[in-house]
């Protein structure tokens, strides 16, 4: 059996998120489905992060094990000439049988996209969250960097997960300006389920605030979903790349 990994892109509007579910439309279905009708018998794919419905992924991997000899550039003409076209494998690779996408990988990338002007764009309405008040940028990029570090972030995992272990190490975390577009970037060894938006969330409430920072590190001492700020919207968030 070889091990094919996929590098992937995807737009998550029109998706239930990543995983597999009953009676929804996900990526992996989707992606499985494909492979299947392409080698003709059935095929299981892994992912290396279980996104949320609406969210995106510019870098998405998954691994799946097949006796097929199609060689890698063949499953990637024939994987983007059958999916469709909200969903593009970027890059197709043959690895080592003991390859997984989501247990090999020491890192994620995760970024938020923002629009931040008066009016809303039309052509960014489904990747970017619309938000016109000022962001105070300088601030907000201390707030993130205050992340920075081994934490218990269950401050900012959805209520209802089913994680015991909430702890996580965040290696980069930033807040940059380019234009009307402001982007929340997070490196970490790992995720909570709502991790990301939860933090961004929290920061556009907290970014103007005097003692921003105490607040912040209150919150993170709370281990209080209910401590920190509303989730941002779904999305702003996609998957950058994914590190091993």
Known sequence: MRNIKLTIEYDGTNYHGWQIQPDTVTIQ?????????????????????????????????????????????????????????????????????????RFSAVRRVYRYTILNREYPNAFLRNTAYFFPKPINIDQADTICQSLVGMRDFSSFQRTGSDRCNPICKIYVARCRKEGELVYFEIEADSFLRGMVRAIVGTVLKLHDSENAVDRLYEILEARDRSAAGPSAPARGLSLIAVKY
């Open 29 to 101: 279905g989707v992606i499985q489905d494909a492979l299947t009708k392409i080698t003709k018998m059935p095929v299981q794919i892994a992912g290396a992060g279980r996104t949320d419905s609406g969210v995106h992924a510019a870098g998405q991997v998954a691994n799946f094990h097949t006796p097929s000899q199609m060689p890698p550039i063949a499953f990637q003409k024939a994987l983007n000439s059958t999916l469709p076209r909200d969903i593009v494998i970027t890059d197709v690779e043959e690895v080592s049988p003991n390859f997984h996408a």
